[in-house]
């Protein structure tokens, strides 16, 4: 009887060695605590920090804090499902997405779970949510334009491939006109753009996507939404998930894409919400001290890759909500930093009737003429300091100051020209067409036009020239050159066109 026993407690020695490898009991936790998206758990005591966990219901979360007796972790979708109690599993994988060209004129949240009523999406391939930047010899100096279709921003603060040019300005000042008139213009140039909306309500998040179809602008474009009835940690991953799918087009397909984040400032603000709940000490402004690192390792994944990298590039424009102009605040001055350049929309100028309310004095693009085709170049070489002089004698003339001609010349040469840069939403232009118009206010040809009447003629001037000398337009945006023969056709076209304009109106 001893020796049966002892067969049989061998023999059970021997099954349970065969097993001590396969079962992983430090990889299987225990929810301790559940509320606002995060979850306290019990027992992953080999988790890493980032790594991917799977909830019960299969919903997924992050590590964020590593802690002596327990971890701090996000959930992504619905906590509801996660209770107190539950199991959590660590997967040893970092969190990624699906990512591919199935995902065009799609609407997803940041998991890339349709939102649109479609399909459910299937890709071949995936992409970690958050990568490394590209390392500066995989890079190349930014040089191709990327027109937006705005004339005051291609003509004096001129983004290129691959640059990282900031949207800045109070509430309802046309920061999100500019980005989706940039989308608009994206048609037919070969550009995969992701519009990634961040803590907006869900109307406005409609009302871009319908714009956006009635404009033709799906077949290219991603929105990827996490609106402002969506969780902290949904907002908080939304840039980094529409950053990669613009990722998978620039390395694996070597496209150019445009990725606009709209805004930075409520991404900052589910990230304060995210640290603050998991006791991280705050500092200026209540937000954490790695506030920095959250967008700059998020802006610097932008690059125009070299040729031996496939020559692709991302492009991105964030956007930053100021309140009552205070440009600097913590987070608008910290994105500053980071970026190629700034577009400052003003909302005494948008107030005034001049839109897009471009202030032209803080705007810049570090960029600058390396992103112009030479004709832009050529006509807007003196747009900027001579719009900044305008301004500086119109503040003059408010006190009541005689003027003397030359100055009085030059504000009214400036007052056209800001007439001349105003343009109505959804309205992009070509190149030549720009250059067109600029190339008449700023050679004169305008100084006779009654200032009220000096859009309308740009506008009547292009359609004109649209019929009557189509080549002119054509020769521009395909050489994006400027040559004297040109120069002189123009010339001769504008001033007939006053004529007759002129024989119309008697």
């Not at 399909?119 to 995936?126: F, H, L």
């Not at 908080?236 to 950053?243: N, T």
């Not at 705007?363 to 832009?376: D, L, Y």
């Amino acid at each position: 009887m001893k020796s049966n026993i002892n067969e049989i407690s061998s023999i059970l020695k021997q099954e349970i060695t065969k097993y001590k490898n396969k079962l992983d009991v430090s990889s299987v936790g225990k929810v301790v605590e559940v509320g606002d998206g995060i979850a306290r758990i019990y027992g992953l005591d080999n988790a890493m920090a980032s790594e991917m966990l799977l909830f019960e219901n299969d919903v997924r979360g992050e590590v964020f804090n590593l802690e002596e007796d327990s971890i701090g972790a996000v959930i992504y979708g619905d906590s509801i499902n996660v209770r107190e109690g539950s199991d959590v599993s660590a997967t040893g994988q970092l969190l990624s997405i699906p990512v591919g060209p199935e995902l065009l004129g799609r609407v997803v949240n940041p998991l890339c779970e349709p939102l649109d009523g479609g399909a459910p999406i299937k890709t071949a391939s995936k992409r970690f949510v958050e990568s490394e930047a590209p390392n500066i010899s995989e890079r190349q100096p930014v040089k191709q334009p990327l027109q937006t279709g705005i004339k005051s921003i291609d003509s004096m603060i001129p983004i290129g491939r691959g640059q990282r040019e900031l949207i800045i300005g109070d509430r309802k000042t046309g920061k999100t006109a500019i980005a989706v008139d940039t989308i608009i213009n994206q048609k037919g140039q070969n550009v995969i753009c992701v519009y990634v909306a961040i803590g907006q309500k869900e109307s406005t998040i409609a009302e871009v996507i319908e714009t956006l179809r009635r404009h033709g602008a799906t077949d290219y474009t991603i929105v990827v939404a996490a609106a402002a009835a969506d969780s902290a940690p949904m907002q908080y991953i939304a840039p980094y998930a529409g950053c990669a799918i613009a990722e998978f087009f620039m390395y694996e397909q070597k496209r150019d894409t445009l990725c606009i984040y709209d805004d930075l400032s409520k991404h900052a603000v589910a990230y304060r919400q995210l640290s603050l709940l998991l006791r991280r000490p705050p500092g200026r402004e209540a937000y954490p001290g790695d506030i920095f690192y959250l967008h700059s390792r998020l802006l610097e994944r932008s690059a125009k890759l070299a040729d031996d990298q496939g020559g692709g590039s991302l492009t991105a424009l964030p956007m930053v909500e100021t309140l009552e102009g205070q440009v600097s605040a913590y987070i608008p001055t910290n994105v500053i930093s980071i970026t190629d350049g700034q577009i400052y929309l003003q909302k005494d100028l948008f107030h005034a009737g001049i839109r897009p309310a471009i202030d032209v004095g803080i705007s810049v693009s570090r960029v600058g003429g390396n992103a112009q085709v030479a004709a832009m170049k050529r006509v807007a070489a003196k747009l900027r300091l001579d719009l900044a002089s305008y301004n500086e004698l119109l503040n003059f003339a408010r006190l009541g100051t005689e003027l003397d001609s030359a100055a009085q010349a030059q504000l009214d040469r400036g007052g056209r020209m800001v007439e001349l840069l105003k343009q109505p939403q959804f309205t992009p232009m070509s190149v030549g067409e720009q250059v067109i118009e600029i190339f008449a206010g700023s050679t004169g040809l305008l100084d006779d036009v009654p200032v009220e009447k000096v859009s309308e003629f740009g506008v009547s001037l292009i359609q004109w020239l649209g019929k009557e000398y189509p080549a002119y337009t054509t020769e521009i945006n395909t050489t994006g050159k400027l040559s004297d023969e040109l120069v002189a056709k123009l010339n001769a076209a504008i001033k007939s066109f006053k004529e007759t304009r002129k024989e119309q109106s008697k």
